[in-house]
């Protein structure tokens, strides 16, 4: 498994920006998928943004976010960025990092998950 911790989140006004950060205990460019989630109250959790190829960068977004978030990461930091631009209030939520690793002990995938960093946004 992989140690995650997020950071970043805050309370910002609607139009406003926030920059997530997840720093991972190793080196993230062996990790096969690296992502944000999250969980808006009596919701269930959500992606928002994934890197699904963390050798080439390939990365998905939720609809809801697609022009206005940013995924990205530096590898030298072993972190993993979600930027967020134009918040709106729906966007309001905790926000998870997680990591997707492939353990050949078991032979199947283990997902690790960050204590979550919460994102408020007034209207």
């Known amino acids: 498994q992989v140690q995650l911790v997020e950071s970043g989140g805050g309370l910002v006004q609607a139009g406003g920006s926030l920059r997530l950060s997840c720093t991972a205990s190793?080196?993230?460019?062996?990790?096969?998928?690296m992502g944000w989630y999250r969980q808006a109250p009596g919701k269930q959790r959500e992606l928002v943004a994934i890197?699904?190829?963390?050798?080439?960068?390939?990365?998905n977004y939720a609809d809801s976010v697609q022009g206005r978030f940013t995924i990205s990461r530096d590898n030298a930091k072993n972190t993993m960025y979600l930027q967020m631009n134009n918040l709106k209030p729906e966007d309001a939520a905790v926000y998870y990092c997680?990591?997707?690793?492939?353990?050949?002990?078991?032979?199947?995938?283990?997902?690790?998950w960050g204590q979550g960093t919460r994102v408020t946004v007034s209207s």
């Open positions: 997680n990591a997707k690793t492939w353990d050949k002990s078991s032979l199947s995938y283990v997902h690790s």
């Open positions: 190793r080196n993230i460019f062996s990790l096969n998928s």
């Open positions: 890197i699904t190829d963390t050798s080439r960068d390939i990365t």
